[in-house]
């Protein structure tokens, strides 16, 4: 065995040791570049796109969005007229922030049942932010040959307001 000029006396370049701490070094590059490229793949995430609206999960999409905006003027334009006339609203206190997710369409030739699972994260509370999720439907029909929404959820019931 040779020595190489600038190493202590008794070891050499190829060290099993300093192989050890290149394989190392070499896993960690790796492990860190992919955390990179998938905290890249969460960030760049889009907001899903928009269904076609001339079908029943286009239009609780984009009542959903209205509701969810604030947007009630934009909402009752998906609503039959006598889902307005017979509005109760339930309120909500505003501290919450809620996500739809589509779960199922159950579609016949004049109404349609849309199952969607509705999340609710409420702010910060004391052991952190409390979230509930549950299952519900939408009920719509069409009228003239245009999907409406009949009967919503609680908490996406919207009444209104004459403007």
């Known amino acids: 065995m040779t020595e190489q000029p600038g190493t202590p006396r008794g070891l050499s370049a190829d060290t099993p040791g300093k192989s050890r701490d290149t394989a190392l070094l070499v896993a960690l590059s ?3 570049i992919l955390v990179v490229v998938a905290l ?8 899903p796109g928009m269904l076609d609206a001339d079908t029943p999960e286009g239009v609780v999409q984009r ?3 209205a509701v969810i905006d ?21 309120g909500s206190d505003g501290s919450e922030s809620m996500r739809v997710t589509l779960v199922s369409t159950t579609e016949r030739d004049a109404s349609a049942d849309v199952r969607v699972s509705i999340t609710t994260t409420y702010g910060s509370r004391p052991f952190g932010v409390s979230e509930s999720e549950f299952v519900d439907e939408f009920d ?12 919503a959820p609680w908490p996406l019931t919207i ?4 403007g």
């Not at 719509?140 to 009967?151: A, E, H, P, R, S």
């Not at 009444?159 to 004459?162: D, G, M, R």
């Open 63 to 65: 009542y959903s969005a």
């Open 140 to 151: 719509l029909v069409t009228i003239d040959g245009v999907w409406l929404i009949d009967t």
């Open 30 to 32: 790796i492990i860190g």
């Open 159 to 162: 009444c209104p307001k004459a």
């Open 70 to 90: 604030g947007d009630e003027l934009t909402a009752a334009e998906y609503l039959t007229p006598g889902a307005v006339e017979d509005c109760e609203d339930y």
């Open 40 to 47: 890249i793949a969460v960030f760049s995430r889009g907001t």
